[in-house]
């Protein structure tokens, strides 16, 4: 078992993440940057101080579309990150 104060790093990280909570997807960047805000303000334990990661996604006849996504080390602290989120009333996918 682990100690404690390992077990304690932020869930989210930026960089070389594992796997990604996808949070929201919007028709702009600028939007998907204002609804992560946005779920930053509501969700401050979960995701205070989580970094924004903006992957742009071409779905083809539907068009192009920006995904406020946060990464997690590993994908089982993902599915974490998103349930802690469920819980608390939000919403998420998690993405490779």
């Known amino acids: 078992s682990l100690p404690a104060a390992s077990q304690a790093a932020p869930p989210a990280v930026s960089g070389g993440a594992g796997a990604y909570v996808q949070l929201s997807s919007q028709r702009s960047e600028d939007a998907a940057r204002s ?39 590993t994908r089982n602290a993902a599915v974490e990150l998103c349930e802690q989120l469920r819980s608390a009333g939000g919403d998420c996918l998690i993405a490779r």
Do not use: E, N
């Open 35 to 73: 609804a992560f805000a946005a779920l930053q303000r509501k969700f401050p334990s979960i995701l205070g101080s989580a970094t924004v990661d903006i992957q742009q996604a071409d779905l083809g006849t539907k068009g192009i579309y920006y995904r406020a996504r946060v990464g997690a080390p």
